[in-house]
């Protein structure tokens, strides 16, 4: 249960490294207190988008909402930003709440900035104001 | 005197006029003229010094009607001699003074009155001996004293008789020499007006004028001088032996001797005081020259009115000039003048006939990083003007240039305008993206709608897509390209047989494609290129095929190279353009790919990108490598996402360092739908939002998405923040 470094994978980024669609990128659910934190690893883009989303939904419905975390991300462009406006919709309609972690300067980052997402989702430069930001939003949430 | 080379056998050259003393120009004063027609006029001279013998020799001879002159010593004989023109004399042999035969020698002795027959007045028969001195004097007849007046007239008639004739014979050959003289004056003026006919150019025609004129007047010096566009009063234009003026300076109309003759349009001969200064002058010559100029003839060049300049001859003797001479040159320089305004006014038209030209055919053809191109145009050898072959070259975009020629029928100002009007509507429907034949199909409409029948013209209209390696060719009557392989094959790319525009607009232009492969040379060019009067065109089509195999590489070397080979003199009766242009190998180090259109490619392309990147492109710092990784992938996924069925396709995408930017492109050859959902459109924006530059074409055979970004400078969203 500590930091996320802990599991952290490596990824592919290299430049002499030829990546194989299948382990162009991978995802983590991590528990921190409580807040699910997904943290992707890798490079995201069409060819595996659809199942970067998938493994997103598996979000249990109790939580207050997910932390995505894009800090390793090398590589991320519109399907990303596509996924990630997706997921915001989604979580929206269940009243649960999407937070991005995303450290200015970051190749996503500036994806995130030239799109416009930074406007419509909220983005931290890490991931402790995070998962602080969320524990916020669960204590405001009726408990069950 | 350089040597000159007459072609035309008719005209005798100054050189042999100069060399053959018989063919020496004469040139006889009107007077001298006058006084060979008087001869009729002769008379009778009679000499004595005593009065009444004088008397009775009058009485005498009087009935015979001839002019009578009498002088009563030899003295006065011989000054009549001087002043009177003479048949015959009778002259006393016992005189004061000087007597009969002392003058009857004198008069042998000079020149003029050498022939004049001398009859003696003799008192005694016996004086054998004074007649036998008097034959040596030159008599021809002697009379004893007291003489028979029948027999005195009887042989004074004889004499008057023979001088007749003899005065005959002189005035026919100098009615001979005088018809020689008026036609070496023609041959003259034919002369130095013919040299305007061998010339044309100005400097060429002014130095031959002055070189024929100071030949024919046997001057030493000799000069034109001419009034300029650009400064103001009379310049040295040509001139040999001591100038009159110095070389660069100027003859202000008016002011001086030179400038006051010019004013007032008067020929002048000029000797002793009346001669201008002339130490400003310079020796240009040929060292020939004996001495100061002790003469000049100045005449003005006058042309319908209009003051061109002055022709100068000087010479070193003084009286080497006079008034037939004056006479002479200026008749002669009526003609230099027209020679000279006629030369300006050619080389004034030839001036704007190629200024024209100029402004109609492209001052430079479009740079394309993987086509060269390289055009001629050759103006047809007869008289200078404007011809109706013309080429354009334009890029359409960054992968697709348009190249046409055309050729309308006929010269001349109209030719040259419609030329230019169907050069301009052919690039007006190129760049609105037609293929050649729509083109060329739009093209014959104008044609129809504006120039109406009979104007025809045939062109020839290509578009060269580089990165596809192809070439559509569409012609409108046009010889079709010549096509010559990197291995040197030659062959004509034929379409199907069209008409001329200009005949029926309703037929469809034909079109058709080649693959064009790096290294290969296309050759556009006009008829005038194989078309050579009595030969037929296949004769030229073979000869422009061999040239075309043994030219070099470079296409402005095989441009001159083909000209060189095809176009003879004979044959440039008519004007001929060619454009070649070779197609290069891609860009050193470009990268280019070909891939399955599935969403796997495109982390590979992007891998691909990024290595390459790193090679060719070190200087790039991160963020423009991670944008054009983003926007390269963003074409790619565009591709994937909407250009293709469900079905296997494949698509391109090439990178390429272009100077200091990074050009990107995506194609493919499917159909777009239209963007799906709400996310459609992101993609494009953006790689707008990455790049400098992002184009996008959609054509029937396919999209093609090109990306343009420049390094040093920031990409236009972080120009937006700043």
Redesign the interface.
Known sequence: MGGPSGSEPSAPTG??A??A?GD?AYVEIEDHDGVPVAVISG?V????VDDITRRLMTLPNFAPGLVVDLRLVA?M???G??ML?DLAGRLRERSQQLIVVCPPGS?PR??LE??GLMTRTTVVDDLGPAVQAMRHVARDLPSG | MPERVNTDPSLESPVQAASDPDRQPVFVSPAALAAAGDERHAGILLVDDHKENLAALRAVLEPLGEHLVSAESGEQALRALLREDIAVILLDVRMAGLDGLQTARIIRARPRTRHIPIIFLTAQVSEVEEIALAYASGAVDYVIKPFEPEILRAKVSVFMELSRERGERVRQSRARAEAETVARTVRTLQILSDAALSHLEMGGLTAELVERAATLFQADSACLLLRDENAPGLGVHAGRGVLPVAPDSRVMLGEGTFGRLAVEREAALLVGEELPDLAGGADTADGEQAGPIASLMVVPLVTSDELLGLIVLGAVAEDRFDAANLELLTLAADRMAIAIDHVQRFAHGRQLVETLQRSLLPDRLPHHPRLELAARYLPSGLAPQIGGDWYDALELDRDRTAVMIGDVVGHGVRAATTMSELRNALRAFAVEGHSPGAALQQLDRVVHATFGPGMIATVLFLIIDAAKGTVSISRAGHPPPALRSAGGEIRFLETGNTLPLGIDDRVKADEAEYPVNPGDTLLLFTDGLVERRRESINTGFDRLRDAFATAPADVEELCDYILERTVTEQASHDDIAVLAVRVLGPPLGALQLTLPAK??????V??RL??WL?ENVPELDA?AR??L??AW??AC?NV??HAYGPGDAMFQASAARDGDAVSLQVRDTGQWRPPRG??GG??I??MR??CDEVRVERRSEGTAVTMRRSFGDPPP?RRGRQ
């Not at chain 1, 883009?45 to 595996?48: E, F, L, V």
């Open positions: 430049a002499d030829v990546p669609a162009l490079e883009d069409i060819s595996n590589y462009d519109s399907t930003i596509s406006h190749p500036r994806v030239l799109t | 969403a796997a490619s495109v982390p590979l992007r891998h990024r290595v790193n963020m991670s944008d990784e983003v992938s963003e996924t994937i996402r709400q996310h992101r993609g924006a953006l939002e990455l969203s």
